[in-house]
């Protein structure tokens, strides 16, 4: 229930999504006859803004969100699962989430929902006509929806080949002569992808207003992309340096400083009381009406409230510690972790570890991610209506002081305190030292301030597979606290040929004939 004013209007634009994508659904056969590939669509701006909202609620389909994280958060190296067998030889910890991934259905439906959305935006992209010098309100609108339907695109792009690296690139429409594609090299898709964000950046006014990016989330994408490619030489264009790329980095990132702002209570940013705050920069709306949204169910902890619920991502128990060492204190704890709870139903204390010392068994001996739960315990629906935020203004401030730590401009611990006096906190040491001891801290505070958010196996991978395996995997497999147990502790794998992407997909590689693996 919205008890304020911008609530109760979030609440209202969510049920307007739903009408709008039930008005798509119901006009023709989705699977036969897709409507957004009709150019009337775009006509008008009704029409328009119902495609733009069918764009957005394709990446809030349970393959495009929920198995999203699954697959984003599995690949990371700082998780481990229940799922499909409480013992640490399940299927998935066995493999996506000890480094050696196979094919799976996650990520074959991961895929497809992607390139699902992928396809909602080049229909946008082809059909929208942009005005240059827009004078009107309807061209003002129509040159928004088309920037969100390239922003889209490039987020979804750069997701995709951080992930599998060489994908194919559809930036068309599919036809009886156009149905497949050969991979592009990853080069090439950060290359669309920055065009794609630059181009969104200068579309992007505003216009759809409330719950929609702004033209920062743009800005803030190509400064995540810039990142990437000063820290990977094989990405780059051969015509520019690695501190050309932390210059642009920066240069898009101070776009968006100032334009949000921090909120007060850390916690109040992972529910359903407090969407599209002043921190957002990047949320997608979820309604439990129009979405079936399960992030609710499938990562709150067991028997947390009412409904079905499976808590299937419990956080390692030595990220865990690394943490509370760090910041003994922190409040983010508390909103990050769960681990000590009351059985919603018959009230029965429910413990992992750290609440108990003993790890005899996967479900017992580490944390659960909590930012996805739903906070309700009497909540009895098995989906939910919490908004998922995407890019956030912590993580921007964090990006500018790991670019400013590059560039060595002296503003990187100003940008860094900022996140940390939110909770309370003053800079670690390490953020005192050298540029080298500084880079090793800030990328321990983008674990401690966003893990499970979708970011971690990009920022623990994007300097390559040394620093992977010296900052991620083998503090992991040889941590003393609070004890590698190989009971109950997942090995991550060492070998570089399968811990840095994912295969192709089976189903891609069967049903396109220009890929052969």
Avoid at 127 to 147: K, M, R
Avoid at 283 to 305: F, H, V
Wanted: include cysteine.
């Amino acid at each position: 229930y919205k008890k304020n004013k911008k609530q109760k209007h979030m609440k209202n634009l969510k049920f307007t999504i739903v009408i709008i994508f039930g008005f798509l659904s119901s006009s023709c056969n989705l699977d036969e006859d897709p409507i957004f590939l009709d150019s009337t669509m775009y006509d008008t701006p009704q029409s328009a803004i119902a495609a733009l909202d069918g764009i957005y609620q394709k990446l809030t389909t349970y393959d495009s969100m929920e198995r999203r994280y699954w697959v984003n958060n599995g690949f990371s190296g700082l998780f481990i699962t229940h799922r499909q067998g409480n013992n640490v030889n399940n299927p998935h910890n066995s493999n996506l989430m000890a480094l050696k991934p196979i094919q799976d259905q996650d990520c074959e439906l991961f895929w497809k929902g992607s390139y699902a959305a992928i396809a909602q935006t080049n229909a946008a992209i082809k059909n929208i006509t942009v005005v240059e010098n827009p004078t009107t309100n309807d061209e003002l609108l129509f040159n928004d929806i088309a920037g969100q339907a390239y922003f889209v695109r490039a987020w979804a792009y750069f997701d995709l080949t951080r992930l599998f690296s060489d994908i194919p690139l559809w930036t068309e429409l599919a036809d009886e002569s156009n149905l497949n594609k050969a991979k592009s090299t990853s080069k090439e898709i950060y290359a669309q992808a920055i065009s794609d964000a630059q181009t969104a950046a200068n579309l992007i006014s505003g216009a759809r207003g409330t719950g929609y990016p702004k033209q920062y989330a743009a800005n803030m994408l190509l400064a995540k992309l810039y990142m990437t490619l000063a820290t990977n030489s094989e990405l780059r264009d051969e015509s520019l340096t690695e501190i050309n790329y932390w210059q642009m980095a920066y240069d898009e990132a101070i776009k968006v400083y100032g334009q949000y702002s921090l909120v007060t209570d850390y916690s109040s940013i992972f529910t359903d009381s407090n969407e599209n705050n002043s921190e957002s920069v990047f949320e997608l709306q979820i309604s439990q009406d129009a979405t079936n949204s399960q992030m609710g169910r499938n990562y709150t902890p067991n028997n947390y409230k009412l409904a079905q619920n499976f808590g299937w991502f419990r956080v390692h128990a030595d990220v865990f510690e690394i943490h509370r060492d760090m910041y003994p204190n922190d409040p983010r704890i508390e909103a990050t972790y769960m681990y000590d709870y009351t059985h919603a139903r018959n009230g029965n204390p429910q413990r992992t570890y750290p609440a108990i010392t003993h790890r005899n068994n996967v479900r017992a001996a580490h944390p659960f991610l909590f930012k996805f739960a739903e906070k309700d315990k009497t909540h009895s629906n098995q989906y939910n209506s919490q908004n998922i935020v995407i890019y956030r203004y912590a993580d921007l401030l964090l990006m500018l002081a790991e670019i400013s730590n590059e560039l060595q401009n002296g503003q990187q611990l100003g940008y860094v305190s900022e996140v940390l006096t939110r909770v309370g906190i003053t800079p670690q040491v390490g953020f005192f030292g050298s540029k080298e001891d500084f880079r090793k801290a800030i990328m321990n505070e983008y674990r401690f301030e966003l893990i499970g958010e979708g970011e971690d196996s990009h920022n623990s991978r994007r300097r390559g597979f040394d620093y992977f395996l010296n900052n991620t995997i083998l503090i992991h497999n040889t941590n003393s606290n609070p004890g590698f147990k190989p009971s109950v502790d997942i090995l991550l794998s060492t070998d570089p040929t399968g811990t840095m992407t994912l295969p192709i997909p089976q189903a891609e590689i069967n049903t396109n004939e220009l890929i052969d693996g």
